[in-house]
């Protein structure tokens, strides 16, 4: 990451390769080789020539391949790029209100992904038996497992409270909240499901790693 003397474009960028993409009278021109979400996404957020540049991934000139990746949760991309429609995003965008949507995305999804993690660890711990009883009717289960529900419900009001008003500050607060929840839920998750967690039976570990 740049330090502290850098804009707050190359601040939230970070490294990247300058020559990747080309950007010709409002066009832009390239090939990026493994995109996160590349095979999904409807918008691309890159460097070229220099600017920082966003783009619909549905216009004329794009082409993208599926590539396989590392990490099964982020479907990777190779995307080819001739001539299509961007915008140039002034520093003025990104900051402020641009840079509070960028965080209240990151926590949307990690506010879902701890939701995910919570009604996984609580369907398992309804189903595991142990000494002739389900694993969720042990206190040290239960209890842990709601107090995380109640983590998640507070993180996904803060986020609702980022996403409403766009606010910065509430964004920061909500990214914060969100990570801390994802963290929590995704270890207690594949606590929960105890040995079975780190295979791939189950989506515990994955989840783990994503958040």
Request: glycine content about 12%; some cysteine.
């Amino acid at each position: 990451m740049s330090g502290s003397s850098s804009s707050p474009r190359e601040t939230v960028v970070g490294r990247h390769r300058p020559d990747a993409l080309r950007l010709e009278g409002g066009r832009v021109s390239g090939s990026l080789t493994a995109v996160p979400y590349g095979r999904d996404a409807d918008v691309l957020v890159a460097v070229a020539g220099g600017a920082l540049v966003s783009l619909r991934l549905d216009r004329p000139g794009m082409e993208r391949t599926a590539r396989d990746g590392l990490n099964v949760v982020e479907r990777v991309a190779a995307i080819e790029l001739t001539s299509v429609d961007a915008h140039v995003l002034g520093p003025g965008e990104f900051g402020g209100r641009t840079l509070a949507a960028v965080r209240t995305l990151f926590a949307a999804e990690l506010v879902g992904l701890a939701g995910q993690c919570v009604d996984s660890a609580v369907s398992h711990a309804k189903e595991r038996r142990q000494f002739g009883r389900p694993i969720g009717s042990f206190q040290a289960v239960k209890h842990t497992l709601a107090d995380r529900h109640a983590q998640v419900d507070a993180a996904r009001l803060l986020l609702h409270w980022a996403a409403a008003t766009g606010d910065p500050h509430a964004a920061g607060l909500a990214v914060q909240a969100a990570g801390d929840v994802a963290d929590a839920a995704s270890a207690d998750n594949l606590q929960t499901h105890g040995g079975m967690g780190f295979t791939w039976e189950a989506s515990a570990h994955v989840l783990l790693k994503r958040a």
